[in-house]
């Protein structure tokens, strides 16, 4: 009897645990996908982003139109981000009857500092009176010299701050470069880096486009500029230039996907730690 029971409690075990690991492989190598798409002209824009997970058991979406609505659902339960709900309504309600509350306080404290102020300003005003002109002028002038002062001390001591500051990044930066492991250390981050950028980026880019800058010349410089980038010419982007308007405006719409995988981020950011060089570079920028 006891074995049995025992036996049993293991296949419990023994199960959590499988799913706990299958739980982990899923995260790791089930990739998170993403889209979004939308349209502008001069100034309508329409843009509309989701990302999913799963055959969208985690999903989350965000749009953008004429207001602004997103929201996120964990399997079966959904949460409206910008939602105002009755629960919303009423601790607004609660709270503006606790601010009118604590107003009329306000006002009847308001009354007593009041009678209080003009008691003080008469005596001000008093005394002002009794005060000879020239001795008022000359301290009002001194009062504005020395203000004057504090504020020029304030701003040259702000300014070599902000110089000193500078300095030690430049020689922080200097010391890098001329460093054989802090140069092994920045060129391990670039290359980690530019698989990072490669694994997240998108797999479809689409984009038509038609702009003006308002002026021929610089409308075709523009074109020639972005031209130059692989990622216009890879993804057969429709771009259109308009050289007879006088105004500058761009309209398109663009379509992007992809996906990413949990586990190739995992691991750069793994390689980038397990770094003798890049803990090195780390300790010593957080110095």
């Known amino acids: 009897m006891i074995f049995a029971i025992f036996k049993v409690i293991g296949y419990i075990l023994l199960t959590i645990i499988a799913l706990f690991i299958a739980l982990i492989l ?11 798409n939308g ?3 001069r100034n309508d824009i329409s843009v509309k982003a989701d990302v999913s997970w799963l055959f969208h058991i985690v999903a989350a979406e965000f749009g953008y139109s004429d207001d602004i609505s997103a929201w996120y659902r964990i399997l079966f339960w959904k949460k409206n981000i910008f939602d105002e709900n009755e629960d919303d309504w009423d601790t607004a309600a609660d709270s503006e009857k606790k601010y009118d509350d ?4 306000d006002e009847d404290a308001a009354l007593d500092e009041a009678d209080m102020v003009f ?13 000879p002109a020239g001795t008022e002028n000359e301290a009002v002038q001194n009062r504005e010299h020395i203000k004057r002062k504090k504020h020029k001390n304030k701003r040259t001591a702000d300014i070599k701050d902000k110089l000193s500051s500078k300095k030690k990044i ?15 250390a920045v060129k391990h981050l670039k ?3 530019f698989l990072i950028l490669k694994r997240v980026c998108p797999k479809k880019l689409k984009l038509n ?9 610089t409308t075709g410089i523009a074109l020639g500029i972005i031209a130059m980038f692989p990622v216009c010419y890879k993804n057969k982007w429709n771009i259109k230039c308009d050289f007879e308007s006088e105004e500058a405006y761009a309209a398109g719409v663009f379509d992007i996907s992809g996906h990413i995988f949990v ?7 793994i390689r980038i730690m397990l770094d003798k060089n890049c803990r090195r570079l780390y300790n010593k920028i957080t110095k």
């Open 170 to 184: 430049f020689y922080k930066i200097k010391s890098m470069l001329s460093d054989k492991a802090d140069k092994a």
């Open 119 to 131: 008691h003080i300003e008469n005596k001000v005003e008093s005394e002002k009176d009794s005060i």
């Open 102 to 105: 604590k107003e009329n306080c």
């Open 191 to 193: 290359e980690e880096g």
């Open 209 to 217: 486009l038609e702009f003006s800058t308002g002026e021929p010349d």
């Open 26 to 36: 899923l995260v790791l190598f089930w990739p998170v996908r993403y889209s979004a």
């Open 263 to 269: 586990i190739s981020v995992l691991g750069a950011v």
């Open 39 to 41: 349209k502008f002209d």
